[in-house]
């Protein structure tokens, strides 16, 4: 709890992926807009956190941290409101996370269960290094190092804050107490399938973006998978098992859903309708959003400069943490 604005305090971090897509949006993005009303709210670009598996070639990483902080803008983060900076700009957070780095114990990060996971399913990189296993740790590090209360996370990071809760115990445990827990908070967002009916993800080819023009959003919705079994245009076909329903259901009116409830069965609508209605209506919710990114992608330089006043409000906030880290380190 912020003891100013006696609101909690909220953190998050997005790798930056470049442009922003569907699933980001009513995955991530959405809730953290929702949370900064009432909310503290620190959210940042996780740049060193992309390098621990994306090392190799780091030269679209400028223009990503770019596309990705302008939709946060265009999609209403707002920077009157939240704390927006960048990770790497703030080297407390790579002196928290080695001084974390000494008392954590290597079987709590073997463990991690997206470790072994990516391990094993990531095959174009190699991810057998330092950095990709002390990954849980830097995260630990960005967020006790604003004692957030909260952390709005999806399932798969949850591990991660748990392993935080961990290192914050040891850690007072050691050097007193410093740090208080910060609880998950899962953001209960649908899985949003892509074009090809596999979930929505910039490595699979199958996005929408939030940048994408009301046209470009029409021809993918309309090359999207359905049914598999509906083949021609008067078989009845089943929404349970269409993906085309499953968007229906996040970004249509409860009457639309209904009605294509029924009339999918019966063959009475056919999907091109079908999906003429999904893309009328992703258009209407991507409208405002893409009014607000022109303004943005018209002066690039205004979010560089949202993201440096960000970085160093966040600054005066870390260098009081890792001045009472030292302290207690006897480091100071
Ligand atoms: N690991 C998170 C992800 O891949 C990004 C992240 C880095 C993060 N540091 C964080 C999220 C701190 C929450 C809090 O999505
Ligand atoms: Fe899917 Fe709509 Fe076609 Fe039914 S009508 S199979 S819900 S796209």
């Known amino acids: 709890m912020n003891a100013e604005t006696k609101r909690p305090r909220v953190l998050s971090g997005m790798r ?10 009513v995955g991530a993005l959405e809730n953290w807009i929702a949370l900064q009303e009432e909310h503290e709210c620190f959210y940042f670009v996780a740049d060193w956190h992309m390098l621990t598996t994306d090392y190799a070639d780091t030269s679209e990483l400028p223009s990503n941290i ?6 946060w803008l265009a999609a209403g983060l707002d920077p ?7 990770q790497s700009r703030l080297p407390e957070h790579a002196e928290l996370c080695l001084l974390f780095s000494m008392i954590t114990p290597l079987g709590w990060l073997e463990r991690v269960p997206t470790y072994k996971e990516q391990l094993e399913n990531v095959r174009d990189k190699d991810l057998h290094t330092y950095g990709f296993l002390g990954y849980p740790v830097l995260q630990a590090a960005d967020i006790l190092m604003y004692k957030a209360d909260f952390v709005p996370v999806g399932e798969d990071q949850v591990a991660h804050v748990e392993l935080t809760r961990e290192i914050a115990r040891r850690f007072n445990n050691f050097y007193g107490p410093i740090f208080p827990e910060p609880a998950d908070r899962l953001t209960h967002a649908p899985r949003l399938p892509g074009t090809d009916g596999r979930k929505m993800s910039k490595s699979y080819h199958n996005a929408i973006y939030l940048s994408d023009p009301p046209s470009v959003v029409s021809q993918n919705l309309a090359t999207m998978i359905t049914d598999p079994a509906r083949k021609r245009r008067t078989d009845p076909g089943n929404p349970d098992v269409c993906p085309v329903f499953d968007l229906h259901k996040v970004f249509s009116t409860p009457a639309e859903i209904g009605r294509i409830n029924r009339e999918c069965r019966t063959a009475e609508i056919g999907c091109l309708e079908c999906k003429a209605i999904l893309a009328k209506n992703v258009n209407a919710r991507l409208a405002p959003i893409q009014e607000r990114r022109k303004a943005y992608e018209q002066e690039p330089q205004k979010v560089w400069t949202i993201l440096e006043e960000g970085t160093q409000k966040a600054r005066s906030v870390a260098q009081g943490t890792m001045m009472e880290v030292r302290k207690a380190m006897k480091l100071a």
């Open 16 to 25: 930056p992926t470049g442009k922003l897509h569907l699933g980001n949006w």
């Open 66 to 71: 770019q596309e990705m902080v302008t939709d």
């Open 80 to 86: 009157e409101k939240s704390t927006l900076f960048v």
